[in-house]
């Protein structure tokens, strides 16, 4: 940690280097070096590792990935926190290393890299968290510091209380593990929260399957997590949607004669495009566990209300037994199982 001092005023404000630490930018600044080692040591860098860092702050993560790989890209949004980066680097040996990007790194276009250490502003854990496992090319792993709550929904698994939406999606398109606990007094400020340190390495191949299709699904099993499937798929609302993309797909299909019935893989941009706006939440973790709310109109299509598409949304249900099972145990195979199963009925959720 550079050698600043600390200075309390009404407003609490905390000082490193003469900055006063912007909450809302995020800025908890690791003050204990061990934890800082103990990271580095886990992130497993070569020599030859270009490291992306995504908030280097003060830079005492950012020397310690100097120290231990070929070069260092940071991306800081904060001009004060790039001022003291260069006061601190400048005319040492790291200083023709180490490649400092200002600007947000939601919006800015990120470097090559192989790996990505990171503690980042636990505000843009879910969209930074995407766009990092829809860049190209795919990067070894990344280690990042991330409020616990989000770390544990990250890890969770089928039947935890916290397996949601982000667990699901998230472990689509990588392998995730929770390598450290750290504690709220490791930083300066304190934050309200504790934190976690995970590993998240992209899996290359991706599954074949449309992440759009996957998460219409993902996102109606989940809104009502805790309800049998059978029960989310008798509500109006849901069979009424899925009855408009079974006739548009089948309208498509008709004027498509000749082509391959297969589900194209889908193109990386979707993911781009569901990380430029985070706002949409839609990874978030602000809905997992709600139940979606029932209009009074969304009503349960049942006995003599039973409609021929109902059937046949029933049928797909039952052949693969998935009526009377919920979200919150499904595991990510039989979830691939039911978009698969669903798809050949010709039944799509995009
Ligand atoms: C939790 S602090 C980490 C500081 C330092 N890496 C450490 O571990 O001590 C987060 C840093 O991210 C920066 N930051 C906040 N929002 C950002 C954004 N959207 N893009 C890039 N950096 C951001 C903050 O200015 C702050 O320096």
């Not at 040996?93 to 990120?110: C, F, H, M, T, W």
């Not at 995730?176 to 290359?204: A, T």
């Not at 082509?259 to 569901?274: G, H």
């Amino acid at each position: 940690m550079a050698g600043g001092k600390i200075r309390k005023t009404h407003q609490r404000q905390h000082l490193q280097g003469g900055i006063p630490f912007e909450k809302s930018k995020g800025q908890h600044i690791l003050k204990n070096p061990m934890l800082v080692d103990t990271i580095v040591q886990k992130a497993g860098i070569k020599p030859t590792d270009v490291v992306l860092e995504i908030g280097p702050g003060t830079g005492n993560l950012t020397k310690k990935l100097l120290e231990v790989s070929k070069s260092v890209v940071a991306i800081e949004l904060d001009p004060r926190m790039i001022l003291e980066l260069n006061r601190r680097f400048q005319g040492t040996p790291y200083s023709n290393r180490l490649k400092v990007i200002q600007g947000d790194v939601l919006k800015a276009e990120l470097p090559y890299f192989d790996i990505c250490v990171a503690n980042i502003p636990y505000q843009i854990s879910s969209p930074l968290t995407f766009k990092l496992l829809s860049h190209r090319p795919v990067f070894r792993c990344a280690v990042i510091m991330f409020q616990r709550e989000f770390a544990m929904r990250l890890v969770a698994n089928p039947g935890d209380n916290l397996y949601c939406r982000l667990s699901v999606n998230t472990q689509l398109l990588a392998r995730i593990s929770h390598l450290l606990k750290i504690g709220r007094n490791n930083f300066k400020p304190p934050p309200k929260v504790d934190s976690s340190v995970v590993r998240i390495e992209p899996r290359s191949p991706l599954p074949p399957v449309s992440f759009k299709e996957w998460d219409g699904l993902i996102r109606l099993c989940f809104n009502r997590k805790n309800k049998t499937l059978g029960a989310i798929f008798k509500h109006k609302s849901v069979l009424s949607l899925l009855e408009k993309n079974y006739k548009t797909a089948r309208a498509l299909q008709q004027g498509q004669t000749g082509q391959a019935d297969e589900e194209p893989i889908d193109d990386m941009e979707v993911f781009a495009d569901t990380v430029e706006d985070p706002s949409a939440d839609m990874y978030g973790v602000r809905d997992e566990g709600d139940e979606m709310e029932v209009e009074e109109d969304d009503v349960m299509v049942e006995g003599s209300d039973m409609s021929d598409f109902k059937e046949m949304v029933m049928g797909v249900l039952k052949q693969g037994d998935f009526a009377e099972k919920r979200a919150s145990k499904l595991t990510q195979v039989e979830f691939l199982y039911l978009l698969s199963i669903f798809n050949k009925a010709g039944i799509h959720f995009a």
